[in-house]
């Protein structure tokens, strides 16, 4: 389902027809790349979804009823405090291995990123993983930024 297919959709729902939400909107603050706007399947409700931990939070742009008169929250606070919470915070110390919680956040990664399940099965990233394990240390996973420039020097070698 395209952008704006998923945006028809939301405004023909009892919450999207009734609110003012701008899906399109370009966030200012920085905290927007750790969530995704989401909203409920079953009455359109808008929400956003921690990238980390999955967690649903209420959009900071819906707008409740507060002693018969609306306010608008238009703060990212909760979504901030959110991010600092030991829920959130998936470091292996704090979550030691279990078989079905890998397989939850392969399932995880898959999904979010709209993957194709067969990845798992590529030869490549089964090598990836196997890399991974036999690391002496645990790994530093460099940024998007970092992995782009390689790739550029990769090109660059190459040609």
Not at 39 to 45: L, M, R
Not at 60 to 73: E, F, I
Not at 77 to 92: E, G, N, Q
Request: aromatic fraction near 8%; hydrophobic fraction near 35%.
């Amino acid at each position: 389902m395209s952008h704006s297919d998923w945006v028809d959709w939301w405004l023909q729902t009892d919450y999207g027809s009734k609110s003012k939400i701008s899906w399109d909107v370009t966030h200012v603050s920085g905290i927007w790349k750790d969530y995704f706007q989401v909203a409920h399947s079953a009455d359109g409700a808008a929400k956003v979804m921690c990238k980390r931990c999955c967690a649903i939070l209420e959009h900071p742009y819906t707008t409740k009823k507060d002693a018969n008169r609306k306010v608008g929250r238009h703060s990212t606070t909760t979504m901030t405090r959110h991010l600092k919470t030991t829920a959130c915070d998936r470091t292996p110390t704090d979550n030691p291995f279990s078989q079905e919680g890998w397989e939850d956040d392969l399932l995880q990664f898959i999904t979010i990123n709209r993957l194709p399940f067969h990845l798992i099965e590529h030869r490549i990233f089964q090598s990836l993983i196997s890399r991974a394990h036999s690391a002496p240390n645990p790994l530093t996973i460099p940024s998007a930024d970092t992995i782009r420039r390689r790739l550029s020097i990769r090109v660059l070698d190459r040609q």
